[in-house]
């Protein structure tokens, strides 16, 4: 996850494992979903659908 915090910066994916924190939350609402977002994650849903 700390190649891909580099390679899609915003959504705080070094720190993230495997389940939504906040801050990326925030960047998924800021910035949309990356190309490795599963699209299966509910939170993804959500903005693919606003």
């Known amino acids: 996850m700390v190649d891909y915090d ?3 910066p915003g ?3 070094a720190n ?3 389940y939504g924190t906040a801050k990326h ?3 998924l609402a800021k910035l949309g979903p990356c190309p490795i977002h599963r699209r299966s ?3 993804v849903q959500e903005v693919l659908t606003k």
């Open 6 to 8: 580099q390679q899609y």
């Open 11 to 13: 959504y705080d994916l």
């Open 16 to 18: 993230n494992a495997g």
């Open 25 to 27: 939350l925030a960047g």
């Open 41 to 43: 994650f509910s939170p």
